[in-house]
């Protein structure tokens, strides 16, 4: 499977437990008092911009990813676009979400929704579509495409910015930095930062002691015939480690994303199954789920241990990510926070 091929996936893409008493649930729940099936939920699911709203000190020239030196001299009407949404969720939480036009497939939450779409296609951006918004400034990464419509906007005298593309919570200020910059408003993005890694810190805190849980996730696409598993460096592995459990496919020396066998799964030994909620649709819920090659033969299948987690949230990588990893946290350790 091809790097572009596979970049869909990745979004579309994510034994004893402490605390776990008594049988498995039969139902999913979204409150980890038992260890039954669980839905990881936020808060809030909107993003929490700051106040008050900067002032964009332009122009600037920042240098794009791909090392274009990029001058931005208005940022009144801004289109933040990637595959995993983190990019629009860093410019609404930099309190500039009044001066966004569009958004792309994976940037869901309220604050946005009303937006229109700019990749109609799914994750491919089109040119019409966005030169009808007027954007002042386009910030983008390599995960969205394809290349020579960012070509072709940055040929109409649009500026283009792109940022890095790792996804992994050792990234996220590096991202907030960036864009903060090219939007001529540092000083915030700083701000941000601060926030972020606070509640970022404030949640790996509150993990509890204790045996770590195995966790696999898997990418799950039925209506399609995907089944992946994730390992190291796939993303789902950093946010697994931050919640305090052990990254099942990375312990078996897996790495990125590999198409789920029933040999490798079983061979993983998870206690906990973590999926996206849109992935567990697809396959039937925790019953078809647990249809699948080797899934009930493993601790977490036998338990019916499965956490699922909104798509548009779990492997977002954005300013939420602290309020993720406490999520996540409550979930695999069956347990419920006030």
């Not at 869901?108 to 009303?114: G, K």
Request: with cysteine; glycine share 12%.
């Amino acid at each position: 499977m091809t790097r572009r091929a596979l970049l869909p996936v990745l979004l579309l893409l994510a034994g004893a437990l402490v605390g776990c008493t008594g049988p498995a649930a039969e139902a999913r729940s979204t409150s980890p008092t038992s260890c039954g099936p669980v839905t990881a939920t936020l808060p809030d699911t909107d993003v929490a911009p700051l106040e008050p709203a900067p002032t964009p000190a332009l122009p600037v020239t920042v240098t794009s990813a791909d090392g274009v030196a990029t001058t931005v001299t208005d940022a009144a009407r801004i289109l933040p676009v990637n595959l995993y949404g983190s990019i629009a969720e860093i410019v609404f939480s930099l309190g500039l979400g009044g001066n966004v036009v569009g958004r792309d497939t994976s940037t869901t939450f309220p604050a946005a929704a009303h937006l229109p779409v700019v990749t109609p296609a799914g994750h491919d951006l089109s040119a019409e579509a966005v030169l009808a918004l007027a954007p002042t400034v386009i910030l983008a990464d390599d995960s969205i495409g394809p290349a020579e419509t960012l070509r072709q906007l940055r040929a109409a005298g649009i500026p283009v910015v792109l940022v890095a593309a790792e996804q992994t919570l050792d990234a996220v200020p590096a991202h907030v930095r960036a864009i903060a910059a090219a939007l001529g408003v540092g000083a915030a993005g700083e701000q941000l930062v601060t926030r972020l890694g606070q509640e970022i810190a404030a949640a790996r805190d509150g993990v509890p002691d204790g045996t770590a849980p195995r966790v696999a996730f898997l990418y799950l696409r039925g209506t399609a015939g995907v089944y992946l598993i994730g390992g190291r460096g796939a993303g789902s592995d950093s946010m697994i480690e931050a919640a305090g459990g052990v990254d099942a496919g990375s312990a078996i020396g897996l790495a990125k994303f590999r198409p789920l066998t029933s040999e490798g799964l079983i061979n993983a030994a998870p206690d906990v199954i973590l999926v996206m909620s849109g992935g567990l649709e697809s396959v039937g819920g925790v019953d078809g789920l647990l249809k699948l090659p080797g899934v009930g033969q493993t601790p977490a299948g036998a338990a019916r241990r499965v956490v699922d987690m909104d798509d548009g949230v779990l492997l977002t990588f954005g300013t939420r990510s602290g309020q993720v990893v406490r999520a996540l946290a409550d979930a695999l350790h069956c347990r419920s926070r006030t």
